[in-house]
């Protein structure tokens, strides 16, 4: 999840949730709970409500059997605590072995994570770059050069974020983000982004109308913008091309509202961004405005084991039962 931000917009209003972007949107699969569905199960959920890219956050051996011959695109995660390893290259050679060439091609692996939301003062942000670079080692090396491998972030490393044109990285991440896109320029790869226009809402309030983060302000506003979504995706364009990376496409790696737990989380509030959501991402924005926008929505399932805030917890387009939260029409 992401944080921060400050843009522009007022008001609210309320729909089910409608899957008509099937191409572009997909949906994130979390697994921090112990009331969930079997692996199968979800799969078997995700195909009957035509939803046809997955976001995994780790090689979990089950859903990955799973969706074996599902022609569910997949964006696969290697998780942050074993980066450090992955800077040998042997044991990143290993990882694929184990977690990519058994499944693919007939688990659609379009894409993989390596590291979701590292900063650039933790731990493990020395340890990304070499990690990038071993994983495409050895997906160049086993011949499954069709699969991109990028890392995921979040919009606390963009310091400046409106006007989205004048968007900017922040001079403290500058030096840990820049090799990375450099490398994704090098190897054609997309740029994965977690982008919340709630939590930029909810921390500022004064500044941003909920109409602007839900996608239903009537207008735009004084730089050209009818909603909050497109101002952040267009900041981290904008924060790409002032370092190399005029010519890298993002990939919106997570994006939701929560359903309670927190101010503005509501099922109203939820199913209207989720519903506009889909909509959108059909089209493109004001900077990039050829979509569609290759989008993945956070997330299948409420995790009630999931740590942190309260809201962390509802972010479910289903319930645990498999019962929509919402009114859910998938194509």
Request: with cysteine.
């Amino acid at each position: 999840m992401s944080i921060i931000f400050v843009l522009v917009g007022i008001l609210l209003s309320s729909t089910a949730v409608e899957f008509t972007g099937a191409q572009s949107v997909g949906v994130c699969y979390g697994g921090n709970g112990n009331n969930l569905p079997t692996k199968q199960a979800v799969v078997d959920l995700y195909k009957s409500k035509g939803i046809g890219k997955i976001r995994l956050y780790n090689p979990d051996q089950g859903i990955l059997q799973a969706l074996k011959n599902s022609n569910i695109e997949v964006i696969l995660g290697v998780p942050n605590d074993v980066l450090k390893s992955l800077t040998n290259a042997q044991a990143a050679t290993n990882w694929v072995n184990t977690n990519v060439k058994p499944y693919y091609p007939s688990v659609k692996i379009k894409y993989i994570a390596v590291g979701n939301e590292i900063h650039a003062d933790s731990a493990e942000a020395s340890s990304v770059l070499p990690a990038l670079q071993n994983i495409q080692n050895a997906i160049s090396s086993s011949n499954l050069g069709q699969i991109k491998v990028s890392t995921a972030i979040d919009t606390t490393l963009i310091g400046k974020s409106y006007p989205p044109n004048d968007g900017a990285f922040s001079d403290g991440s500058v030096g840990y983000i820049r090799p990375i896109i450099n490398f994704l320029v090098r190897n054609s790869s997309p740029l994965l982004a977690n982008v919340y226009p709630y939590f930029s809402y909810v921390n500022n309030q004064q500044s941003i109308g909920l109409d602007y983060a839900l996608f239903t302000k009537a207008g735009k506003n004084e730089v050209g913008y009818q909603n909050l979504f497109d101002a952040i995706l267009d900041s981290i364009y904008a924060a790409l091309e002032k370092v190399g990376g005029s010519n890298v496409k993002i990939v919106v790696s997570e994006s939701g509202w929560p359903s309670e737990g927190g101010t503005a989380a509501s099922a109203g509030n939820a199913g209207t961004y989720y519903g506009n959501l889909i909509k959108h991402a059909k089209g493109g924005t004001p900077k990039r405005p050829n979509g569609p926008i290759e989008t993945y929505l956070f997330a299948m399932f409420d995790e009630n084991q999931k740590p942190g805030a309260e809201i962390e917890r509802h972010f479910g387009l289903f319930r645990p039962d498999k019962s929509p939260k919402y009114q859910l029409s998938f194509n």
